[in-house]
């Protein structure tokens, strides 16, 4: 039987720049992963239908947390000149298994009267990720 796992023991690891090493972003409270591969056009003419290849994965996906002003991971990170190494570890009982690796990010920021300041970053694989989900 599968084990599962509660989102609350998600974590996010980032580093400020694409040389530093990742560490743990406070303030996260959600995040996506899309790795949809992308399909390639083989049609021949006189086909009876559309046929296709498997080309590459296009990781991208979203981070979703509070502000917090004694973590600057995630503003230097958005601000880097040459990345980030990101890396999402669903569950954090399950160390071996992670996404993640050279990354661009950037950064909103929100902020409502009746509700907590919040942030909201995008991201794009940068090059060669590692999936050991």
């Known amino acids: 039987m599968a084990v599962k796992y509660a989102g609350r023991n998600s974590v996010v690891y980032m580093s400020i720049n694409g040389t530093t090493a990742a560490i743990s972003v406070g303030g996260m409270r959600a995040f996506t ?4 591969q992308e399909t390639i056009d083989t049609t ?11 080309g590459f994965p296009a ?5 979703e947390g509070f502000w917090a002003s004694d973590d600057t991971t995630l ?6 000149q040459d990345g980030t190494n990101l890396y999402l570890y669903p569950a954090r009982e399950a160390p071996s298994k992670y996404i993640g690796g050279p990354a661009w990010v950037d950064m909103s920021i929100r902020s409502a009267v009746d509700q907590a300041v919040g942030t909201t970053a995008n991201f794009t694989a940068k090059g060669t990720w590692v999936n050991q989900l």
């Open 33 to 36: 992963m899309d790795g949809t």
């Open 44 to 54: 021949e003419f006189q086909a009876s239908n559309r046929t296709s290849v498997l």
């Open 59 to 63: 990781y991208s996906g979203t981070l």
């Open 75 to 80: 503003r230097q990170a958005s601000a880097s």
